[in-house]
């Protein structure tokens, strides 16, 4: 059926809205960065002092090419990503130049703070071998059940492919996050003899509560 000028029956509009809503659901899968305890978070090899922490950002936020990290001596990088809680990891993006900058590796471990150089010489939890990724789309998947209880996230990248030093733009984490829970210490004071004067005893009545 034809249409006079000016008049569309296609839904432009909620095509649009539709897509607006998806790019916000997909941003909010990636929210764990809000959950990372940023005073203790560590990268080891960083050009610039703090400049690992940019990486970890909102998932809309990913290509401000402004913000990256790039390795210093050579062109390994290591993460000490510390949690605010329990963090069940599901999926990692990492977001680098269309280049031989980007890395081309990356191990996890977890639950081993304060990580070293030498201390990546142990078997990961799970390794990956990446692509280039310039637009940061690609999504490697953990192995959930390796990643349901962590609190501290160490993410090793060894290489890259074939430059000088490695560059990461952006690093997304996606997963669920449960508040950490905190054993209270009761502390009690003890007489060594009770004064009975120091101490009033109420005449207690019992009761007696039936349930029918």
């Not at 305890?37 to 970890?56: H, I, K, M, P, T």
């Not at 160490?154 to 997963?175: D, Q």
């Amino acid at each position: 059926m034809a249409h006079g000028p000016g008049r569309c029956c296609c839904c432009c509009g909620e095509a649009a809205a539709t897509a607006t809503a998806g790019g916000a659901e997909r941003g909010a899968a990636w929210g764990l960065y809000l959950r990372i305890d940023r005073q203790r978070l560590q990268c080891l090899n960083e050009r610039r002092e703090g400049s690992g922490a940019l990486v970890f950002r909102a998932w809309e936020d990913r290509g401000d090419r402004a913000q990256f990290v790039e390795s210093d001596d050579d062109e390994e990088l290591l993460f000490n990503v510390p949690f605010t809680g329990n963090v069940k990891l599901k999926g990692i993006i990492v977001m680098g130049e269309d280049d031989g900058t980007h890395p081309a590796e990356m191990r996890l471990f977890r639950n081993i703070p304060h990580m070293s150089f030498d201390d990546t010489a142990r078997e990961p939890e799970q390794t990956f071998s990446l692509n280039r990724d310039p637009t940061g789309e690609l999504e490697y998947p953990t192995k959930i059940a390796r990643f349901s209880n962590v609190y501290h996230l160490s993410i090793h990248f060894p290489r890259n492919f074939g430059a000088e030093t490695t560059k990461i733009f952006y690093i997304g984490l996606k997963g669920e996050w449960t508040e950490a829970h905190r054993h209270e210490v009761t502390i009690c004071n003890y007489e060594a003899s009770a004064n009975p004067a120091d101490h009033k005893l109420e005449q207690i009545t019992p009761q007696t509560h039936f349930i029918s």
